[in-house]
C-alpha cells in the first residue's frame, strides 16, 4: 500500500498569515490526491482534488500543488474558521491511504 | 443535497460482530461507490473498504478478513459488518460517497465502542 506521510504533525500560524502544508506518498501518485479539512467533532470535508481542483464551496484561499511524490496545500491568508487538523489522501491505488493529518492551530 | 447517516449500536463486546448501517438522502445511490471509513479517538482516518451500486466490494487488505460490506438500494442503505472485534476496532465510523476515490460526502459518523 502506498503511505501517506503529512509534516509537520503541527503548524502554529497567526491569523492572517500564510500556512503551507506538505503531504508525501512513498510512491507516485500522479495527481490522485485529495485534501480533507476536519474539525472538532465533525466528519472530514472534501477540500480538494486531482492535487489542485477545489471542491464545491471551497474557498479560493486554498490552493494545491505539486506532483508524483510530494503535495502542498497552501491556505494563503488563514481565517478563523481554518484551524483545524487536514489529510491528504491517495486514490491512485487500493487500498485508499491517508496521511496522519497536519494541526493548524492559533499561534 | 446528499446526506449521509450511519446508525448503530455505540457498544459492541470483543468477539463479536459490529454492524452499523448508513441511510442515503437527497441523491441517488446508483451509479457510484459508497465506503466506509473509520478514526479511533485521537488518531488518524483508516479505508475500511467500498461497495459499487453493482455489488461489487473491494476492502482493505487489513481488514478484508473480517468485513462484508453489502447494498440495499430498494433502500438506499449500505451496511458494514466487522467479525471478531477488539478494543483495537473502537472508532468513529464514517460512511461516505466514493467517486472514483475522492469522498466528496460523509455521513457525521457514529463511536463504536468496542469493551
Known amino acids: 500500500e502506498i503511505v501517506m506521510t503529512q509534516s509537520p504533525a503541527t503548524l502554529s500560524v497567526s491569523p492572517g498569515e500564510r500556512a503551507t502544508l506538505s503531504c508525501r506518498a512513498s510512491q507516485s501518485v500522479n495527481s490522485n490526491l485529495a485534501w480533507y479539512q476536519q474539525k472538532p467533532g465533525q466528519a472530514p470535508t472534501l477540500l480538494m482534488y486531482?492535487?489542485?481542483t477545489r471542491a464545491t464551496g471551497i474557498p479560493a484561499r486554498f490552493s494545491g500543488s505539486g506532483s508524483g511524490t510530494e503535495s502542498t496545500l497552501t491556505i494563503s491568508s488563514l481565517q478563523s474558521e481554518d484551524f483545524a487538523v487536514y489529510y491528504c489522501?491517495?486514490?491512485?491505488?487500493?487500498?485508499?491511504?491517508f496521511g496522519g493529518g497536519t494541526q493548524v492551530e492559533i499561534k | 443535497q446528499v446526506q449521509l447517516q450511519e446508525s448503530g449500536p455505540g457498544l459492541v463486546k470483543p468477539s463479536e460482530t459490529l454492524s452499523l448501517t448508513c441511510t442515503v438522502s437527497g441523491g441517488s445511490i446508483t451509479d457510484y461507490y459508497w465506503s466506509w471509513i473509520r478514526q479511533p479517538p485521537g488518531k488518524g482516518l483508516e479505508w475500511i473498504g467500498y461497495?459499487?451500486?453493482?455489488?461489487?466490494?473491494k476492502y482493505n487488505p487489513s481488514l478484508k478478513s473480517r468485513v462484508t460490506i453489502s447494498l440495499d438500494t430498494s433502500k438506499k442503505q449500505l451496511s458494514l459488518k466487522l467479525t471478531s472485534v477488539t478494543a483495537a476496532d473502537t472508532a468513529v465510523y464514517y460512511c461516505a460517497r466514493d467517486e472514483a476515490g475522492q469522498l466528496h460526502y460523509w455521513g457525521q459518523g457514529t463511536l463504536v465502542t468496542v469493551s
Open positions: 486531482g492535487v489542485a
Open positions: 461497495i459499487y451500486y453493482s455489488g461489487s466490494t
Open positions: 489522501q491517495q486514490y491512485d491505488s487500493w487500498p485508499l491511504t
